[in-house]
Structure formats: structure tokens, C-alpha cells
Nanobody
Framework: QVQLVESGGGLVQAGGSLRLSCVAS????????MGWYRQAPGKQRELVAV???????NYADSVKGRFTISRDNAKNTVYLQMNSLKPEDTAVYYC??????????????WGQGTQVTVSS
């Protein structure tokens, strides 16, 4: 069994900052890519940022220069530092990870989501 648990969401004023964390636990052999997605009301879930096990990163254009994704492989944890937040960043943020429980294959797991609300 594998679980992803997010934390760090909340209410912040525009221009403020938040740091999200996501810890993977359970029967884990290794973790490949980890990422953050978000879903605003009435919209589809979208990729925010992703980081490979080697540390390569990729960001949505809308967050480049404001958000930073990082990971601590020893702690099976991925972070999302969000600065200069805008009201349009308001959404439920989901953690995602590609996890190997055996060398034969890997599966994608999702967290339960954490709400981020940015007031104007």
C-alpha cells in the first residue's frame, strides 16, 4: 500500500507565499517523477510542475518564475514553493508520483489534494 499525503495549503493574500509538501509512504522501492497538479472549480486538472528523480524540472508557463518544485529523495517528499501568488492560482493542488513497488513496473499515485485560496 502506498499513500501520498499533502500539506501546507491555506488562505493567503495576493502576492504572498505558501509551501506545499507531499510525503509518500508505504511499500516503496523507488520513486521516479514527482509532480504537482491543480484543479480550479469548473476547470480541468492541469500540470503545475514536475521533477524527475534526477532533479530535472518542468513548469507550466503560468507559474514559471514564481513557483519552485524540489524533492528530498531520502524523505520521499516533494515540495512546491509558491511565491507571488495570484487569485488565479486558487485551486485544489494534488501531488502525483510514479512509484516502483517492484523492479518490474511502476504505478502513478495521487494525493487527496490540498486547497490553496488566494484572495485579491
Amino acid at each position: 500500500q502506498v499513500q501520498l499525503v499533502e500539506s501546507g495549503g491555506g488562505l493567503v493574500q495576493a502576492g504572498g507565499s505558501l509551501r506545499l509538501s507531499c510525503v509518500a509512504s508505504g511499500s516503496i522501492l523507488s520513486i521516479n517523477a514527482m509532480g504537482w497538479y491543480r484543479q480550479a472549480p469548473g476547470k480541468q486538472r492541469e500540470l503545475v510542475a514536475v521533477i524527475t528523480d534526477g532533479g530535472s524540472t518542468n513548469y507550466a508557463d503560468s507559474v514559471k518564475g514564481r513557483f519552485t518544485i524540489s524533492r528530498d529523495n531520502a524523505k520521499n517528499t516533494v515540495y512546491l514553493q509558491m511565491n507571488s501568488l495570484k487569485p488565479e492560482d486558487t485551486a485544489v493542488y494534488y501531488c502525483n508520483a510514479d512509484i516502483r513497488r517492484s523492479w518490474a513496473s511502476s504505478l502513478t499515485y495521487w494525493g487527496q489534494g490540498t486547497q490553496v485560496t488566494v484572495s485579491s
